[in-house]
C-alpha cells in the first residue's frame, strides 16, 4: 500500500508518493494543463500514477488562508477532491497546506537551486511536503495507540 499526495493549483498538480512502508514521501511529478478548468487529462494522469504506484489512499493540500479561512480556492480544491473520490473509488483526505509552497521554496534555496530553475518543482515539493506531514501524524498516531 502507498499514499499519494497532490499539491493542486489553478495549471498544475505537483505529485508525491510514499513508499511502501509509509514512511517517506517522494516527489514524483507535475502534471500540468493549459486551463484551470480542463481537469480530464489531469485525473487521467493521477489514475495511471495511482496504478503504477499501487496507491490506496490519497491525501489532497488545502490552500487555506492564513488566518484559517476558506477562500475560493478551497472551494475549488473541494471540488477536485469530489472528482478525484468519484473518479478514482479511493478515500482523499485533506490536509492543510499553509506554508508547504513556502518550505519547498526555502528548501530548494538552500539546496543551491537557482530562483528561475525553482518555478519547475515547487509543486512536487510542496506535494512531497504535503504528504510527509500526513505520514508523520500517521506514524505518531500509531505509536499512541
Given at each position: 500500500m502507498r499514499i499519494m499526495g497532490l499539491d493542486f493549483g489553478s495549471k498544475t498538480v505537483g505529485v508525491a508518493v510514499s513508499d511502501s512502508l509509509l514512511l517517506t514521501a517522494q516527489g514524483v511529478e507535475i502534471i500540468r494543463r493549459k486551463e484551470e478548468n480542463k481537469l480530464r487529462q489531469t485525473l487521467a494522469r493521477i489514475e495511471a500514477l495511482i496504478v503504477e504506484y499501487e496507491v490506496e489512499e490519497i491525501v489532497l493540500?488545502?490552500?487555506?488562508?492564513?488566518?484559517?479561512?476558506?477562500?475560493?480556492?478551497v472551494e475549488l480544491t473541494m471540488e477536485f477532491k469530489e472528482k478525484l473520490e468519484r473518479r478514482t473509488g479511493l478515500p482523499v483526505v485533506t490536509w492543510d497546506e499553509r506554508l508547504t509552497t513556502v518550505a519547498a521554496d526555502k528548501?530548494?534555496?538552500?539546496?543551491?537551486?537557482?530562483?528561475?530553475?525553482r518555478k519547475e518543482y515547487v509543486d512536487?515539493?510542496?506535494a512531497t511536503?504535503?504528504?510527509q506531514g500526513y505520514l508523520d501524524l500517521r506514524s505518531k498516531q500509531k505509536g499512541q495507540v
Open positions: 493540500g488545502l490552500p487555506k488562508n492564513m488566518n484559517a479561512t476558506e477562500g475560493a480556492r528548501a530548494m534555496m538552500e539546496a543551491g537551486i537557482r530562483r528561475e530553475n512536487m515539493i510542496a511536503f504535503i504528504l
